[in-house]
């Protein structure tokens, strides 16, 4: 935009340099008069910028959704009202679309009249192609004269909040989660506990929870009553554990090792949520964060928001992190390890779990395809007898450029 005007502004010295060159060669009084006629022009335009800017007053909303995946289309509307007395003319909104990439973040729109009264709309939209927390906006309204040769600026702190959330696939067929635990159909809760119950997870308050449930921590950061909920033992539990170590995160871009864990994450957690189990995350992004169990679309929406900002920050091995929460893995329930093979070392520490009924289900990314994509099919066949070898299971492996939903229909 300020390109444009300066083009307009080097025309218009252009105009009176040679107004200048002309009047050098012709009568006095001509020269005069086409330079006054120039200056009134400017003078009125300058004007003309001025009634508008400090007569026009502007109201602005704006309504987005607060989240999307990766590479979605985020929708805007904008609501512009004018409160003055006077109309406005000639004025262009801006947004800041901080999620958007390159020239998208910012979108200009041109309003050539805009009456006193009722909300005007104005909807567009931009891609977001990198998941992650945005702060969309401000606003910003020029204000031009009719030959839109000057501006004026004003900008309105109008903010939302926006999550861009890992793309996810379908997951059509699944690894068992528990073995002999009848299907999750059989889901049964219970607001009390007795010797049969299990604490499970949390929910907001319901008209005849006794007192003593509720969960005061819970309670006071979302400023609302929350309870705790008790679960019976043929109820599906399940474990994600993953690790996003900065040194082992190769490839680039979205094709790094660390953006396939949290694709991978995120989708079996909607799988597994979709399914009422009940889950629980432990990762390292270079802190330790510890969701608990819980079910439902909120639960999976606290889990979305942590994987849109998780980063490949971790300095501390999965086998440490194991260590430390491996007894907090409750009896009869699934955990799911999501490693690049170069972490396979920490899988005999995990298979004594078995003694506790809790199944294993690992899922390993073959870091060296990350590197060297061209030698994909040697080294899938070489970690696959490995592994099979070493562990006597059959391996759900993960490399470069692969249809992860293909994958798991072969399980």
């Given at each position: 935009m300020l390109k444009e005007h300066l083009k307009k502004w080097v025309f218009l010295l252009v105009i009176m340099l040679s107004a200048l060159i002309i009047g050098l060669k012709v009568y006095a009084g001509f020269y005069h008069l086409f330079f006054w006629f120039l200056v009134s022009i400017v003078v009125m335009n300058l004007v003309w910028i001025a009634i508008q800017y400090f007569s026009t007053r502007l109201h602005l909303v704006r309504t987005i959704i607060n989240r999307v995946q990766e590479d979605e289309t985020l929708e805007v509307e904008t609501l512009i009202r004018n409160d003055g007395l006077l109309p406005a003319f000639n004025l262009v909104l801006e947004d800041n679309l901080s999620c958007a990439k390159g020239q998208e973040k910012k979108k200009s729109l041109l309003i050539e009249y805009l009456g006193a009264g009722p909300f005007l709309k104005k909807r567009y939209n931009c891609a977001c192609p990198v998941r992650g927390r945005y702060k969309i906006g401000p606003l910003a309204v020029y204000f031009f004269d009719p030959l839109g040769l000057f501006f004026l600026k004003r900008r309105y702190q109008v903010y939302s909040e926006l999550y861009v959330y890992p793309r996810t696939f379908s997951i059509k067929k699944f690894p068992d989660l528990i073995k002999g635990v009848p299907p999750w159909f059989g889901l049964e809760t219970?607001?009390?506990?007795?010797?049969?119950?299990?604490?499970?997870?949390?929910?907001?308050?319901?008209?005849?929870?006794?007192?003593?449930?509720?969960?005061?921590?819970?309670?006071?950061?979302?400023?609302?009553?929350?309870?705790?909920?008790?679960?019976r033992q043929t109820f599906f539990r399940a474990t994600i554990v993953f690790n996003l170590e900065?040194?082992?995160?190769?490839?680039?871009?979205?094709?790094?090792?660390?953006?396939?864990?949290?694709?991978?994450?995120?989708?079996v957690a909607k799988y597994l949520i979709e399914k009422d189990i009940s889950l629980e995350l432990i990762a390292n992004t270079?802190?330790?964060?510890?969701?608990?169990?819980?079910?439902?679309?909120?639960?999976?929406?606290?889990?979305?928001?942590?994987?849109?900002?998780?980063?490949?920050?971790?300095?501390?091995?999965?086998?440490?992190?194991?260590?430390?929460?491996?007894?907090?893995?409750?009896?009869?329930?699934?955990?799911?390890?999501?490693?690049?093979?170069?972490?396979?070392?920490?899988?005999?520490?995990?298979?004594?779990?078995?003694?506790?009924?809790?199944?294993?289900?690992?899922?390993?990314?073959?870091?060296?395809?990350?590197?060297?994509?061209?030698?994909?099919?040697?080294?899938?066949?070489?970690?696959?007898?490995?592994?099979?070898?070493?562990?006597?299971?059959?391996?759900?492996?993960?490399?470069?450029?692969?249809?992860?939903?293909?994958?798991?229909?072969?399980?």
């Open positions: 219970s607001r009390v506990s007795g010797d049969e119950d299990e604490f499970f997870g949390i929910r907001e308050y319901k008209e005849g929870d006794p007192i003593k449930k509720i969960h005061w921590i819970s309670t006071a950061r979302k400023n609302q009553l929350i309870v705790k909920q008790f679960q900065k040194d082992k995160n190769f490839g680039e871009g979205k094709e790094r090792i660390a953006e396939y864990i949290i694709k991978i994450a995120a989708s270079g802190e330790m964060v510890h969701i608990p169990f819980n079910r439902g679309p909120e639960h999976l929406g606290d889990i979305f928001k942590f994987l849109a900002l998780a980063q490949a920050e971790s300095r501390v091995s999965l086998g440490e992190i194991f260590e430390e929460y491996s007894r907090g893995i409750p009896n009869d329930t699934t955990l799911i390890v999501i490693m690049p093979d170069t972490d396979w070392r920490y899988l005999p520490m995990m298979l004594p779990l078995e003694k506790r009924n809790i199944s294993l289900v690992p899922l390993i990314l073959i870091s060296s395809t990350f590197l060297y994509p061209f030698q994909k099919q040697e080294v899938l066949k070489y970690t696959k007898i490995k592994l099979s070898k070493l562990f006597n299971f059959t391996p759900i492996l993960f490399s470069r450029g692969d249809n992860l939903e293909e994958i798991f229909l072969k399980c």
